[in-house]
């Protein structure tokens, strides 16, 4: 029978608390014996148990690659470049260039994760477009797009610094490679074979024991039951003296 990885590896908490809960209360030992469970069967599951217990567990660290490393990298590094360099490069071409200013930030502001890597990445075209002149909508100011793309870059927004920032930009928006083909380590597959030996041996023993059993405590004992939410009761009125006092449940005391 096939397990989920929840399953089999909430089955040795389980399968220790079976054991121990029926080897404390003969009142169980004995039920379960009746019900065919020998020392034999009880030495099976203590085996199981200790051979699940000795097999190393898996990593829960999730499988990771150098490029999604460096993508999340690249992204992280333009979210904290666009606010201070937006705000510095804005405020240089809204007092010396207005009408470029207008052009390059019209609906830009400083983002946070992917969308400011596409901040970025627009920041970045529409300098490319005013340098080149490609945009045809801004055939007349051709030489003033110039001069401000020339005047940011004395201000640090250089050819090298627009190269090093498309790079960023293209690391984050990919493409990254796939994890190559995993393949079980021979210790994870031992695990896994244990504890379905061990899931398969609770399975058959802690259905028998709510075959048999019937006392919610003994349950509760053996990890089969929940205890119940305490309810609470209305107060009673004091007892007056030769009145009877309400027994006490011990159903749930083991």
Excluded: C
Excluded at 9 to 27: C, H, I, N, Q, Y
Excluded at 202 to 221: C, N, P
């Amino acid at each position: 029978m096939e397990y989920s990885n929840e399953v089999l590896e909430a089955t040795p908490e389980r399968a220790t608390k079976f054991l121990t809960g029926m080897g404390a209360v003969a009142a169980i030992r004995t039920m379960m014996a009746e019900a065919g469970m020998t020392d034999d069967d009880i030495l099976e599951g203590r085996t199981l148990l200790l051979d699940v217990l000795a097999a190393p567990r898996k990593s829960s660290a999730a499988p990771d690659t150098a490029d999604a490393r460096a993508q999340r990298a690249a992204t992280g590094e333009l979210d904290q470049w666009d606010e201070p360099n937006f705000a510095r490069y804005g405020a240089a071409l809204r007092r010396r260039f207005p009408d470029v200013h207008a052009y390059v930030f019209k609906d830009l502001a400083p983002s946070t994760g992917t969308a400011a890597v596409r901040g970025v990445a627009t920041f970045l075209a529409r300098l490319d477009a005013l340098e080149s002149g490609a945009d045809p909508d801004r055939a007349g100011t051709k030489q003033s797009d110039k001069k401000a793309v020339a005047f940011l870059a004395t201000r640090g927004l250089d050819k090298d610094e627009r190269k090093r920032l498309r790079g960023l930009v293209d690391v984050a928006l990919g493409p990254t490679s796939p994890l190559p083909e995993q393949t079980e380590l021979p210790e994870i597959a031992r695990r896994r074979e244990a504890l379905s030996k061990l899931r398969g041996w609770f399975d058959e023993w802690s259905t028998t024991a709510r075959a048999v059993i019937k006392k919610r405590g003994y349950l509760i004992r053996l990890g089969l039951a929940n205890r119940k939410a305490p309810q609470r009761k209305p107060a009673a009125a004091p007892s007056r003296p030769g009145e009877p006092v309400d027994d006490i449940d011990e159903t749930d005391l083991w």
